[in-house]
């Protein structure tokens, strides 16, 4: 089986910071592209910030030049910095994993998501 387990949510005033985690565990073989996901309630969720096994990055218009994603490939763990966060951040951040999983399949694996407030 693999996990994908999130972790540094929280609560945060405007202006401030926080950074993510997410670590994967389980039957892996390697890991191709990483992400950060999120969700508003009400709205769909979007894409915040992908990461390729090579450290190739992408990052959704809306988060440019605050946010940085980054991963520890020996650690199997993806992180998401946040800075100059705004209370339309506000939202559950979930982290995305495409991965050689058991038996070799390649798989598409979601953690369970963490909660980012941005109080203004």
């Known amino acids: 089986q693999v996990q994908l387990v999130e972790s540094g949510g929280g609560l945060v005033q405007d202006g401030g910071s926080l950074r993510l985690s997410c670590a994967a565990s389980g039957s892996i073989f390697s890991i191709n592209a990483m992400g950060w996901y999120r969700q508003a309630p009400g709205k769909q969720r979007e894409l915040v910030a992908g990461i390729t096994s090579g450290g190739i990055t992408n990052y959704a218009d809306s988060v440019k030049g605050r946010f940085t994603i980054s991963r520890d490939n020996a650690k199997n763990t993806v992180y998401l910095q946040m800075n100059s966060l705004k209370p339309e951040d506000t939202a559950v951040y979930y982290c995305?994993?495409?991965?050689?999983?058991?038996?070799?399949?390649?798989?598409?694996?979601w953690g369970q998501g963490t909660q980012v407030t941005v109080s203004s």
């Open positions: 995305n994993a495409d991965l050689w999983g058991p038996s070799l399949i390649r798989g598409n694996y």
